[in-house]
């Protein structure tokens, strides 16, 4: 069984911009790729947009 927990945005990390960047263009690059298989495949495929905020943030979802 999985858990979740809520994760402390207070909390300082060694992070830097430079690797949110790059973490969200190896999310972008897994998408397109099994969006390019499911496309062969003609079946439906999986398609996400990335933001990257750095200060508060008002989420939801759009139609």
Known sequence: ?????P?????RTTRTPTDV???ALE???FIAEGKARKINN???YFEIRI???TGPVVAGIGA
């Open 7 to 11: 994760v402390d945005c207070q909390r």
């Open 1 to 5: 069984m999985r858990t979740w927990r």
């Open 51 to 53: 933001g990257i905020h």
């Open 27 to 29: 999310m972008r690059d």
């Open 21 to 23: 960047v790059l973490a």
């Open 42 to 44: 003609r079946s439906s």
